[in-house]
Protein backbone atom coordinates (compact mmCIF):
# COMPACT_ATOMS: atom_id res chain seq x y z
CA UNK A 1 0.00 0.00 0.00
CA UNK A 2 0.96 3.65 0.06
CA UNK A 3 2.88 4.93 2.48
CA UNK A 4 5.11 8.35 3.33
CA UNK A 5 8.06 8.50 5.53
CA UNK A 6 9.53 11.82 6.60
CA UNK A 7 12.75 12.21 9.28
CA UNK A 8 11.81 12.17 12.63
CA UNK A 9 11.52 15.18 14.99
CA UNK A 10 12.20 17.78 16.47
CA UNK A 11 13.96 19.82 14.28
CA UNK A 12 15.73 22.88 16.32
CA UNK A 13 17.06 25.55 14.14
CA UNK A 14 18.28 29.40 14.97
CA UNK A 15 16.15 32.38 13.21
CA UNK A 16 17.30 32.93 9.77
CA UNK A 17 18.72 29.44 9.19
CA UNK A 18 18.39 26.88 6.15
CA UNK A 19 15.38 24.20 6.00
CA UNK A 20 15.24 20.74 4.51
CA UNK A 21 12.51 18.51 5.77
CA UNK A 22 12.83 15.03 4.18
CA UNK A 23 9.87 13.15 2.74
CA UNK A 24 10.04 9.93 0.41
CA UNK A 25 7.22 8.12 -0.68
CA UNK A 26 5.34 4.87 -1.72
CA UNK A 27 2.52 4.52 -4.21
CA UNK A 28 1.12 2.43 -6.79
CA UNK A 29 -0.15 5.09 -8.92
CA UNK A 30 0.76 8.31 -9.77
CA UNK A 31 0.41 10.43 -6.50
CA UNK A 32 -0.44 13.84 -6.15
CA UNK A 33 2.14 14.95 -3.01
CA UNK A 34 1.60 17.84 -0.20
CA UNK A 35 2.53 19.69 2.61
CA UNK A 36 0.85 20.59 5.52
CA UNK A 37 1.50 22.91 8.20
CA UNK A 38 -0.59 22.63 11.80
CA UNK A 39 0.16 25.34 14.36
CA UNK A 40 0.05 24.64 17.73
CA UNK A 41 -3.66 23.99 18.64
CA UNK A 42 -4.86 24.35 15.10
CA UNK A 43 -5.63 22.48 12.19
CA UNK A 44 -4.18 21.12 9.06
CA UNK A 45 -3.44 23.91 6.68
CA UNK A 46 -2.11 23.29 2.67
CA UNK A 47 1.40 24.41 2.52
CA UNK A 48 2.43 23.48 -0.93
CA UNK A 49 1.47 21.27 -3.51
CA UNK A 50 2.80 19.02 -6.36
CA UNK A 51 0.63 16.70 -8.76
CA UNK A 52 3.02 15.30 -11.70
CA UNK A 53 6.97 14.82 -11.70
CA UNK A 54 9.37 17.71 -11.71
CA UNK A 55 6.69 20.15 -10.38
CA UNK A 56 7.78 22.68 -7.88
CA UNK A 57 5.71 23.72 -5.05
CA UNK A 58 5.68 27.16 -3.47
CA UNK A 59 4.46 28.83 -0.86
CA UNK A 60 5.18 31.50 2.17
CA UNK A 61 9.27 30.87 1.42
CA UNK A 62 8.68 27.10 1.03
CA UNK A 63 9.23 25.01 -1.66
CA UNK A 64 9.49 21.58 -2.70
CA UNK A 65 10.61 19.37 -6.08
CA UNK A 66 8.28 16.61 -6.99
CA UNK A 67 11.46 13.68 -7.55
CA UNK A 68 9.99 10.48 -8.98
CA UNK A 69 13.01 8.83 -10.08
CA UNK A 70 13.86 9.26 -5.60
CA UNK A 71 10.32 9.06 -4.97
CA UNK A 72 11.07 12.25 -2.62
CA UNK A 73 9.04 15.91 -2.15
CA UNK A 74 11.87 17.06 0.31
CA UNK A 75 10.53 20.50 1.66
CA UNK A 76 13.37 23.37 2.29
CA UNK A 77 13.01 27.09 3.04
CA UNK A 78 16.12 29.93 2.95
CA UNK A 79 15.90 30.96 5.98
CA UNK A 80 13.12 30.36 8.71
CA UNK A 81 11.35 32.81 11.22
CA UNK A 82 10.36 32.06 14.74
CA UNK A 83 6.75 32.04 13.42
CA UNK A 84 7.14 29.34 11.20
CA UNK A 85 7.75 26.47 14.05
CA UNK A 86 4.81 24.47 13.59
CA UNK A 87 4.40 20.67 13.01
CA UNK A 88 5.20 19.91 9.68
CA UNK A 89 3.19 16.83 7.39
CA UNK A 90 4.27 15.57 4.49
CA UNK A 91 1.10 13.39 2.08
CA UNK A 92 0.66 11.99 -1.20
CA UNK A 93 -3.31 10.93 -2.94
CA UNK A 94 -2.76 8.68 -4.82
CA UNK A 95 -5.29 8.87 -7.57
CA UNK A 96 -5.35 5.48 -9.32
CA UNK A 97 -7.77 3.33 -7.12
CA UNK A 98 -7.85 6.12 -4.74
CA UNK A 99 -12.23 7.36 -4.46
CA UNK A 100 -12.09 10.87 -2.67
CA UNK A 101 -8.61 11.31 -3.36
CA UNK A 102 -7.65 10.32 0.07
CA UNK A 103 -4.24 11.16 2.20
CA UNK A 104 -2.07 9.09 3.11
CA UNK A 105 0.29 11.01 5.58
CA UNK A 106 3.70 11.09 7.52
CA UNK A 107 4.06 11.29 11.02
CA UNK A 108 4.94 14.59 11.11
CA UNK A 109 7.98 16.47 11.76
CA UNK A 110 7.99 19.06 14.94
CA UNK A 111 9.80 22.30 13.36
CA UNK A 112 11.33 24.38 16.45
CA UNK A 113 12.32 27.97 15.49
CA UNK A 114 14.59 30.12 18.07
CA UNK A 115 15.31 33.67 18.08
CA UNK B 1 -16.84 31.38 3.86
CA UNK B 2 -16.67 30.05 7.37
CA UNK B 3 -14.60 26.61 5.49
CA UNK B 4 -15.00 23.50 7.18
CA UNK B 5 -16.81 23.86 11.05
CA UNK B 6 -16.29 21.09 13.58
CA UNK B 7 -18.06 21.19 16.66
CA UNK B 8 -17.86 20.38 19.53
CA UNK B 9 -13.57 21.40 20.17
CA UNK B 10 -13.35 19.51 23.35
CA UNK B 11 -15.26 16.63 25.10
CA UNK B 12 -14.71 14.40 28.15
CA UNK B 13 -16.92 11.04 27.55
CA UNK B 14 -16.92 7.97 30.11
CA UNK B 15 -16.07 4.78 28.44
CA UNK B 16 -19.33 3.50 26.83
CA UNK B 17 -21.07 6.72 26.66
CA UNK B 18 -21.63 7.29 22.77
CA UNK B 19 -21.64 10.71 20.51
CA UNK B 20 -21.57 12.68 17.82
CA UNK B 21 -18.87 14.69 16.48
CA UNK B 22 -20.11 17.26 13.82
CA UNK B 23 -18.95 18.30 10.86
CA UNK B 24 -20.53 21.41 7.98
CA UNK B 25 -18.67 22.73 5.19
CA UNK B 26 -20.25 25.62 3.07
CA UNK B 27 -17.97 25.19 0.36
CA UNK B 28 -20.12 23.01 -1.73
CA UNK B 29 -17.31 20.27 -1.96
CA UNK B 30 -18.27 16.54 -2.76
CA UNK B 31 -15.33 14.83 -1.06
CA UNK B 32 -15.48 14.92 2.98
CA UNK B 33 -13.22 12.47 5.41
CA UNK B 34 -12.96 12.23 9.33
CA UNK B 35 -9.34 11.16 10.40
CA UNK B 36 -7.72 10.89 13.77
CA UNK B 37 -4.38 12.42 14.96
CA UNK B 38 -2.14 10.37 17.64
CA UNK B 39 1.37 11.06 19.08
CA UNK B 40 3.67 10.21 16.34
CA UNK B 41 1.36 8.86 14.06
CA UNK B 42 0.25 11.11 11.85
CA UNK B 43 -3.47 11.33 10.75
CA UNK B 44 -5.03 8.03 9.74
CA UNK B 45 -8.68 7.76 7.73
CA UNK B 46 -11.57 7.01 9.73
CA UNK B 47 -13.98 7.13 7.02
CA UNK B 48 -14.94 9.01 3.97
CA UNK B 49 -17.17 10.43 1.65
CA UNK B 50 -17.22 11.01 -1.95
CA UNK B 51 -20.95 12.82 -2.04
CA UNK B 52 -24.10 12.87 -0.55
CA UNK B 53 -25.70 9.19 0.27
CA UNK B 54 -21.60 7.40 -0.26
CA UNK B 55 -19.90 6.68 2.45
CA UNK B 56 -16.66 3.80 2.60
CA UNK B 57 -14.54 2.82 5.73
CA UNK B 58 -10.85 4.31 5.90
CA UNK B 59 -7.75 2.44 7.56
CA UNK B 60 -9.28 2.66 11.42
CA UNK B 61 -13.21 2.42 11.04
CA UNK B 62 -14.06 0.36 13.93
CA UNK B 63 -16.16 1.62 16.91
CA UNK B 64 -17.06 4.80 14.14
CA UNK B 65 -20.09 5.79 12.02
CA UNK B 66 -20.52 7.99 9.61
CA UNK B 67 -23.71 8.68 7.63
CA UNK B 68 -23.87 11.99 4.47
CA UNK B 69 -27.81 13.23 3.96
CA UNK B 70 -26.44 16.33 3.12
CA UNK B 71 -22.83 17.60 1.19
CA UNK B 72 -22.51 20.17 3.67
CA UNK B 73 -22.71 17.66 6.58
CA UNK B 74 -20.52 14.47 7.84
CA UNK B 75 -20.85 13.60 11.45
CA UNK B 76 -19.38 10.98 12.95
CA UNK B 77 -20.76 8.64 15.85
CA UNK B 78 -18.72 6.82 18.05
CA UNK B 79 -21.25 3.97 19.35
CA UNK B 80 -19.99 3.21 22.70
CA UNK B 81 -16.83 4.90 23.97
CA UNK B 82 -13.32 3.28 24.64
CA UNK B 83 -10.20 4.66 25.95
CA UNK B 84 -8.54 3.74 22.76
CA UNK B 85 -10.74 6.66 20.71
CA UNK B 86 -9.39 9.17 22.99
CA UNK B 87 -7.39 11.67 20.26
CA UNK B 88 -7.85 14.48 18.37
CA UNK B 89 -10.45 13.90 15.40
CA UNK B 90 -10.22 16.37 12.38
CA UNK B 91 -12.68 16.54 9.40
CA UNK B 92 -11.78 17.56 5.92
CA UNK B 93 -13.58 18.04 2.67
CA UNK B 94 -12.39 18.57 -1.18
CA UNK B 95 -13.60 19.37 -4.22
CA UNK B 96 -13.59 16.04 -6.41
CA UNK B 97 -10.51 16.38 -9.14
CA UNK B 98 -10.41 18.30 -12.23
CA UNK B 99 -8.89 16.55 -14.71
CA UNK B 100 -4.65 15.86 -13.24
CA UNK B 101 -5.56 18.36 -10.94
CA UNK B 102 -5.90 17.65 -7.13
CA UNK B 103 -6.56 20.29 -4.92
CA UNK B 104 -6.03 19.11 -1.64
CA UNK B 105 -8.24 18.92 1.38
CA UNK B 106 -9.52 21.67 3.80
CA UNK B 107 -8.93 20.52 7.42
CA UNK B 108 -11.27 21.77 10.06
CA UNK B 109 -9.74 22.81 13.53
CA UNK B 110 -10.21 19.37 15.48
CA UNK B 111 -11.92 18.09 18.00
CA UNK B 112 -10.01 16.72 21.51
CA UNK B 113 -11.64 13.85 22.67
CA UNK B 114 -10.92 12.28 25.89
CA UNK B 115 -12.63 9.23 26.83
CA UNK B 116 -12.13 8.54 30.97
Redesign the interface.
Known amino acids: GDS?TQMEGPVTLSEEAFLTINCTYTATGYP?L?W?VQYPG?????LL?A??ADDKGSNKGFEATYRKETTSFHLEKGSVQVSDSAVY?CAL?D?GNN?????T????TRLMVKP | NAG?TQTPKFQVLKTGQSMTLQCAQDMNHE?M?W?RQDP??????IH???GAGIT?Q?EVPNGYNVSRSTTEDFPLRLLSAAPSQTSVY?C?S?P??GG???Y???????TRLTVV
Open positions: VSFYEGLQLKTKFSGAGNMLFGGG | VYSYGMGLRLYSVDGFASPTLVNGYTFGSG
